[in-house]
């Protein structure tokens, strides 16, 4: 890759992204460079090989790529007094939620931006994250971010009014599912499991079934179908889940996350 790339914010979520690019080679450590607010943080940084600064001006000028990377109050605080040190030359890339790309492109005073919604797994190269842009998805822009990311795991490409959705479906969802790993290791210990076990018999349970279905592209119902015998355990476990409510409860979860998302973005 002979661009260079910068981020604004060097926090978990950068730090991942960063070590997915160079783990990936998709960028080597003397092309990358981020800035932060603490001088205790630029050790960690340039540990790993990449040029670190307390100036956010400094990334740019050094930077073809941009990534903003920290939270939407600090992006709305600090952009203003960076906007005239961008070009058109800079492919602005946010990962801020709330963030809309009309309000980018205001703060920044650029037309090439593309918005963002990794999620925390990216720590482990295994995010799930949604692009949106106002360029043409063809475009070597458009490629180039959707490279950034799926070297830390895999990418979908969304409208931006579906961002609220992507972060009900992806953003937050880890959330409910650690809570559901916990009610499964929760009843395992119930039944005689030691807890640190029982952990891993969930967790791994649940990262298996995802592998499967992503890797054979199998419906879900299908493989659902494929554990489920007639008279057996499953069903009976099922069972139990829809008379709970199950499907509702999921849904009604992420639809009062959809609508939050809406609204913080309204404010």
Request: aromatic residues 4%.
């Amino acid at each position: 890759m002979s661009k260079k790339i910068g981020f604004i914010g060097a926090g978990n979520m950068a730090g991942a992204i960063i070590k997915g690019l160079i783990a990936n080679q998709f960028f080597s450590p003397e092309d990358i460079s981020a800035s932060v607010s603490r001088p205790e943080s630029l050790s960690r940084l340039e540990s790993i090989g990449i040029f670190g600064t307390l100036s956010s001006e400094e990334v740019i000028k050094r930077s073809d790529v941009v990534v903003i990377a920290v939270k939407p109050h600090i992006l709305r605080a600090i952009l203003p007094a960076l906007k005239p040190h961008f070009s058109q030359e800079h492919l602005i890339i946010s990962i801020a939620a709330g963030v809309t790309i009309d309000e980018l492109k205001g703060l920044t005073g650029q037309d090439r931006i593309v918005r963002t919604m990794p999620n925390t797994a990216a720590l482990v190269g295994a995010s799930m994250t949604s692009l949106c842009s106002n360029l043409s998805r063809d475009s070597e822009d458009c490629r180039l971010a959707e490279s950034v990311f799926n070297s830390v795991g895999r990418t979908e490409w969304i409208e931006e009014r579906q961002i609220h959705a992507a972060t009900a479906v992806h953003g937050s969802s880890p959330a409910y599912v650690y809570l559901f790993i916990e009610a499964m290791a929760d009843a395992a210990v119930l039944g005689g499991i030691p807890r640190a076990q029982a952990y891993k018999m969930a967790a791994q349970t649940l990262y298996g079934a995802s592998k499967l279905m992503l890797e054979t592209e199998l419906h879900p119902g299908v493989l659902k179908d494929q554990v489920t015998s007639p008279g057996g355990t499953t069903i009976e476990a099922l069972a139990v889940l829809e008379a709970k409510g199950f499907r509702s409860a999921v849904i009604e979860a992420m639809r009062a996350c959809i609508d939050k998302s809406e609204a913080l973005s309204k404010q």
